[in-house]
């Protein structure tokens, strides 16, 4: 409670010194991301290896989002309610109030850095729950197996024209609730030029697993490529985790994404990848592949629509295929 009220009057004291001359700007965006996935019933009536676009079988929105943010050259202020099959699934474990913030933070510009508090959407892989933003509609193995949002603190420096850095105090691997807070800390290197983009992330802190309830120290690395050329884009993400007594239980993924522009309005994209979990620490299986390929059609500048094939493999079942319609709405 005194933490609230400490930021409602960090607000409004920076508001009411704010000059006519720097004065915050409002801005709305948004997002509407509608899906249907066909393939075979299974007892939960989702594909089990997906948060994100999962329900099988039906029409889904799987997320509604609203961006509200208030800034000037000092100060940001962001609010980004949520609703959908994303949200409902992935923030099971809040408490109900809290299953709607996919981002709500205060940001501190300086000159060439800045420091925020509050809840923050992923720092890890370049894939986030914004499907619009994404090379394929749905999210690759990567992003699924790490935090969806994260709440804490954020550093950010920028170094020069094409390198920034930013440092995490977190709340846990991924969890709003500071009853029983577990601080954790991250990093997310960002290299930007030309058609380069290059990403390294880290994670460090202590979490508990199925088979150890005890928490346990877990460190995770990931790096991520993205290289544009022409009508071509291609992308790729590795990451490897490990945790438990010496270390010794492990898990690691690979994926690559290509995708060609046919035209302003068509684009074709196919995607590879691969997770081995050996002691099940993320995911059910010890070996885990899947393959996709579709296509996006944009009926203007506000509106796509799509389809893909995406098919999965795993040493319990050899063939598990599924195909996607989707359409996106952003404003």
């Not at 609703?83 to 809290?98: D, P, R, V």
């Not at 709500?104 to 509050?118: C, D, E, L, T």
């Not at 920034?164 to 290299?191: H, I």
């Not at 993320?282 to 203007?300: C, P, T």
Request: hydrophobic fraction near 35%.
């Amino acid at each position: 409670m005194r933490k609230s009220a400490f930021l409602f009057i960090l607000f409004l004291s920076s508001s009411g010194l704010t000059s006519t001359q720097d004065s915050l700007r409002f801005q709305l965006h948004g997002l509407i991301d509608g899906y249907s996935v066909f393939g075979k019933s299974n007892s939960i009536g989702k594909i089990p290896y997906l948060v994100s676009s999962s329900n099988l079988n039906s029409f889904q929105i799987n997320l509604n989002l609203m961006e509200f943010t208030w800034e000037n050259s000092k100060w940001k202020y962001a609010l980004s309610p949520a609703l959908g099959t994303y949200m409902s699934q992935n923030y099971a474990a809040e408490k109900k109030y809290k299953r709607w913030i996919y981002e709500a933070y205060i940001q501190r510009k300086f000159n060439k850095s800045s420091i925020a508090a509050g809840v923050f959407s992923s720092p890890y892989t370049q894939e986030t729950p914004k499907s619009i933003d994404q090379i394929s509609y749905s999210r690759s193995l990567a992003p699924e197996y790490v935090p969806y949002y994260i709440s804490g603190l954020k550093y950010n420096r920028t170094l020069n024209s094409s390198w920034s850095l930013s440092l995490f105090v977190m709340n846990g691997w991924q969890k709003m609730d500071y009853a029983q807070f577990t601080p954790s800390f991250g990093s997310l290197l960002e290299f930007k030029r030309d058609r380069w983009k290059f990403n390294w992330s880290t994670y460090l802190g202590r979490e508990a697993t199925i088979q150890a309830k005890e928490p346990q120290t877990r460190m995770f690395s990931e790096w991520n490529i993205q290289y544009a050329y022409r009508k071509w884009m291609f992308h790729s993400c590795f990451f490897v985790g490990t945790q438990g007594i010496n270390f010794s239980r492990n898990w690691g993924q690979l994926n690559g994404q290509l995708a060609y522009s046919f035209s302003d309005r068509m684009r074709w994209y196919g995607r590879v990848e691969y997770f081995m979990d050996p002691s099940n620490i993320q995911i059910a299986r010890k070996h885990l592949a899947s393959e996709s390929l579709g296509v996006l059609y944009a009926l203007n500048d506000v509106m796509n629509i799509g389809t893909e094939f995406r098919c999965f493999h795993s040493e319990k079942k050899a063939f598990e295929p599924y195909q996607f319609l989707f359409f996106q709405l952003k404003f």
